[in-house]
């Protein structure tokens, strides 16, 4: 049984542990990895970079290893002498450093075939295998684990090829430190990437001007310290009931009703104006001065982390519309906040003008080496540097020239989008759904290139799990194909 996993990231190591797992069972098994040399064994997020840029997750929510979720931990402990590192969030290149040291465990212990080339073209075969081939050669195999992981960059305002702008900022330590002293920057953007931006010209940079600007002038939350508890209404327990009650489909309005009954039972009379204006300045300083109301709705959401593809996938497509309308900007900034020391510092320097916050951006012009940033009612500034701080992209086409792969695979129809981002996989065993082919057993999509399916969680915890059900349903798949 020959199986290729595609991309060293978090998805693919973790899928390449349980085939280390299925090959104790039956040694026939075959792997073959591939990945490209600059992020192979880290993938994007977990490469390395600034000591600075921490993880958003604590240490006990980062195991590689579902089974053991203290591995991370343990590991912290072994090779850094770190103590209590549970709650503690680490810097990510750190984490990367472990998420190797891993992968490099079970390639030995599988003998996998290491390739570090980047595969070209994925084609299925009459006789159900699959032929791929990548810059040096080509080989077919019964299976394929497509970890492609993170798009490209989006690029809203067409900076691309500009001198002066940094289109993707990582690695940080590289792209970073290579603007000019005493430049003026401009950072699209308030997302993660943009605290991380904060986090390195905080440290590394003080002589760069930085200016945040975005349409909101709001920045995620920071990760509050309300006591831990056990969900009351959004339980594993509920939504079965709900799901067999409405034949496998949560109303939203359930949803809702269930998450307005959580919050009253936990806080009382919630105080809807800690609702306002997420990610403000104000709003990041109530939270820091104890302000329990946005900690506790963010327990809430991590108590359904792990239940929060099936919530999604309950939904019919038109709740799934009305969510993304109604309650998509206010979740995301509570379901993905950063840590609690960020976020002091991050106000100190608001607050002492080290950097200035611009809303209502309404475009951006490029000059020869420079840049000028236009708002709705407000007088235009001019940067000399722009960093990208969007995002990747989760919206995928045959039309993406940057990812041949993808485009080729979307191209000849083995692969579809998914309206709400990445490609469609059934849940959970991860197939593809091919227009052309049908459901693909054999062809696995995971991690980001999921996005739209395991919905707004992309968090290594998920990743790592949803391993398990792909290869167990390959494995029974290939050996009744032997057997018939
Ligand atoms: C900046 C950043 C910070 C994050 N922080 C956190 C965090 O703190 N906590 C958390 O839980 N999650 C975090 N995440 C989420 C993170 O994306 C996931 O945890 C995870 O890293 C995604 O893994 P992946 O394997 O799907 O993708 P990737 O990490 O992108 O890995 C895919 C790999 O495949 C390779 N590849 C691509 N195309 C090919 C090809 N054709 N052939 C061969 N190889 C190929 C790529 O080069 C890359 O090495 C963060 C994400 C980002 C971007």
């Given at each position: 049984m020959k199986i290729a996993i595609i991309g060293m990231g978090v998805a693919g190591i973790s899928v390449l542990r349980e085939w280390t797992k299925e090959q104790k069972r039956d040694p026939s098994i075959q792997i073959t990895v591939f990945g490209d040399k600059e992020t192979f064994g880290t993938g994007k997020a977990y490469q390395s970079d600034d000591a600075g840029l921490l993880m958003n997750q604590a240490a006990e929510f980062t195991s590689m290893i579902p089974e053991n979720h203290y591995d991370f931990v343990e590991w912290m402990r072994e090779n850094y002498g770190e103590e209590d590192a549970a709650s503690k969030f680490y810097p990510r290149a750190q984490f990367g450093e472990y998420v190797t040291e891993r992968m490099n465990g079970w390639l030995a212990q599988s003998r996998a075939h290491i390739i570090q080339e980047k595969v070209e073209t994925i084609r299925m075969l009459p006789n159900d295998r699959f032929r791929l081939t990548w810059p040096s050669q080509t080989a077919e195999f019964d299976a394929v684990h497509l970890c492609t992981g993170n798009l490209p960059y989006k690029d809203p305002y067409d900076?691309?090829?500009?001198?002066?702008?940094?289109?993707?900022?990582?690695p940080m330590d590289k792209k970073l430190s290579q603007i000019p002293h005493g430049a003026t920057v401009g950072v699209v953007g308030t997302g993660l990437t943009s605290i991380d931006v904060f986090r390195y010209t905080f440290a590394h940079r003080p002589d760069v001007d930085v200016s945040f600007l975005s349409r909101s002038g709001t920045f995620k939350t920071i990760i509050g310290n309300a006591p831990s508890f056990e969900n009351r209404y959004l339980t594993k327990e509920n939504i079965q009931h709900a799901k067999e009650k409405h034949d496998g489909f949560i109303p939203l309005d359930t949803y809702m009703e269930w998450f307005e009954k959580e919050l009253e039972f936990q806080l009382g009379a919630l105080e809807r104006e800690s609702l306002d204006a997420l990610g403000s300045k104000d709003s990041i300083k109530r939270q820091l001065a104890g302000n329990r109301d946005i900690s506790t709705i963010q327990t809430i959401l991590k108590n359904i982390i792990l239940l929060q593809t099936d919530l999604w996938m309950a939904l019919t497509e038109t709740d799934k519309q009305t969510f993304l309308q109604k309650y998509y900007k206010q979740w995301d900034k509570l379901r993905a906040p950063f840590p609690y020391e960020t976020g002091k510092d991050f106000v100190h320097a608001w607050e002492e003008n080290i950097f200035r916050v611009y809303e209502d951006l309404a475009d951006i012009e490029k000059n020869e080496e420079s840049f000028t940033c236009h708002f709705k009612d407000e007088e235009p500034i001019h940067v000399d540097y722009m960093v990208n701080a969007?995002?990747?992209?989760v919206n995928v086409s045959f039309e993406m020239d940057d990812v041949p792969l993808l485009r080729q695979m979307l191209d000849e129809r083995l692969l579809q989008p998914e309206r709400f981002g990445g490609v469609q996989v059934s849940v959970p065993d991860l197939s593809a759904i091919s227009q052309?082919?049908?459901?693909?057993?054999?062809l696995k999509a995971h991690g980001q290139l999921i996005a739209g399916i395991q919905f707004g969680n992309s968090s290594v915890r998920i990743i790592s799990r949803s391993a398990r059900a792909s290869v167990k349903d390959i494995v029974k798949r290939l050996k009744y194909r032997t057997e018939v």
């Open positions: 900076l691309r090829d500009h001198p002066n702008a940094i289109g993707d900022p990582f969007t995002g990747n992209d052309k082919y049908g459901v693909l057993h054999t």
